[in-house]
């Protein structure tokens, strides 16, 4: 496989659409940002880091590591949106998170 | 959720905080969660059990413990995870960086959200929050080492303020339950 070319390393940033009744505190807006390893940036992230969201965001940051050593875009462009693990509050659960993943070059 | 199914029992009774208004937990909980009367009075009954978990262990056991995962094996490790680095965690599953120093690898610390799902249960029943039987988790990703070579973490629970680490199945502040339940 190909691995990408520093100028062309990408992160995968998980913004949120929309958020109702969360535990954690997350805003819309609020982002949490990858690097295309599949590794966190705590530092360059803005929402709380729960991992009821992060956790449901890790089977796409291996999507986007195999696109990318495929010389493909980073993320498919299927349905970008991904949900968290609580199921809300109409569903047995609390709060609910959505978050649209993009990507973008390294900052 | 259909309403009418709220009292369904699979293998044993969930709503028996039924009659049960949480009266202590309806106003700071409403206000930080931005509950209005009616969603606050159709939280399902397994909600309501997560939220008792402050009757048992205390009000702000939230904020009281801490979860850590601690690496004990990084061999094939690609990403820079490295035995005896920590990623520390509220109550709540969130990750504490400012008291992190793992490389937050994200196909080694999303299984640990397991542990969270335990701990509500857990803590509803008066027990320590951590399970003593599923505390080892490891990376997602197989390789081509059939899986024998991963990063691996080893879950507990410690006190938020002192760091010491909290064994016991039951806590001290509820060891009277656990003598209730043996007699």
Redesign the interface.
């Given at each position: 496989m190909k691995k990408p070319s520093e100028e062309n390393r990408v992160e995968i940033v998980a913004t949120v659409e929309h958020a109702r009744h969360c535990a954690n505190f997350i805003k819309k807006n609020e982002s949490f940002v990858f690097d295309i390893d599949g590794k966190l940036l705590p530092e360059k992230s803005s929402a709380n880091l729960c991992l009821g969201m992060l956790a449901r965001i890790q089977p796409a940051l291996m999507i986007a590591k195999e696109r990318v050593q495929e010389g493909l875009d980073p993320l498919p462009v299927t349905v970008p949106y991904l949900d968290c693990f609580d199921t809300g509050i109409d569903f047995g659960g609390m709060g609910k998170v959505t978050v649209k993943l993009h990507s973008r070059k390294v900052r | 959720?259909n309403k009418n199914n709220s009292e369904t029992t699979y293998h044993f009774k969930t709503d028996y905080l039924k009659d049960d208004e949480l009266p202590e937990l309806r106003e700071p909980l409403s206000k930080?969660?931005?509950?209005k009367e009616d969603?606050f009075n159709?939280?399902?009954p397994?909600?309501k059990n997560?939220l008792s978990g402050r009757r048992r262990i205390g009000v702000n056991w939230l904020d009281d413990y801490e979860v850590v995962a601690e690496v004990i094996s990084d061999k094939g490790c690609?990403?820079?995870v490295k035995i005896g680095q920590k990623a520390v965690?509220d109550m709540?599953?969130?990750?504490?960086?400012e008291h992190s120093d793992i490389?937050?690898?994200?196909?080694l610390?999303?299984?640990?959200?397991a542990v969270?799902y335990m701990s509500f249960d857990r803590a509803s029943e008066g027990l320590n929050p951590v399970t003593r039987i599923w505390t080892h988790y490891e990376c997602?990703?197989t390789n081509d080492a059939l899986a024998r070579n991963k990063a691996r973490v080893r879950v507990f629970l410690r006190d938020a303020k002192t760091h010491e680490i909290i064994t016991k199945a039951v806590l001290d502040k509820n060891e009277h339950l656990f003598d209730e339940k043996t007699q």
């Open positions: - | 959720m930080a969660l931005d509950l969603d159709r939280l399902s397994e909600v997560l690609a990403c820079g965690f709540r599953h969130r990750l504490k960086p490389v937050c690898c994200m196909h610390l999303s299984p640990v959200l969270f997602l990703q």
